[in-house]
């Protein structure tokens, strides 16, 4: 899946940022993200950067990448 490519990587890489041209710096691991709206207590972005880790449990499934079985 697309997940597993360049694992090492994409294990610490933010998307987007909020600023405009990212300055000062934009989006950092250690962010918080602000959950308790929901009833959920906050968590830094890298705690659930990954997705088949201690906190999640998850891959995303692409069809053009399934193979068919006949």
Same mark, same amino acid.
């Given at each position: ?5 360049? =694992?090492?990587?994409? $294990?610490?890489? /933010?998307? &987007? @940022?909020?600023?405009?041209?990212? *300055?000062?710096?934009?989006? !950092?691991?250690?962010?918080?993200? $602000? *959950?308790?709206?929901? &009833?959920?207590? $906050? /968590? !830094?972005?890298?705690?659930? /950067?990954? @997705?088949?880790?201690? =906190? ?7 069809? $053009? =990448?399934?193979?068919? !079985?006949?």
């Amino acid at each position: 899946t697309l997940e597993d490519h360049d =694992l090492g990587m994409r $294990s610490r890489a /933010i998307a &987007g @940022t909020v600023r405009l041209l990212n *300055m000062p710096l934009g989006r !950092m691991l250690n962010d918080v993200l $602000s *959950m308790e709206y929901v &009833g959920v207590k $906050s /968590i !830094m972005i890298g705690d659930v /950067i990954i @997705t088949v880790g201690e =906190l999640f449990c998850y891959v995303y499934a692409y069809p $053009s =990448l399934l193979i068919k !079985m006949n």
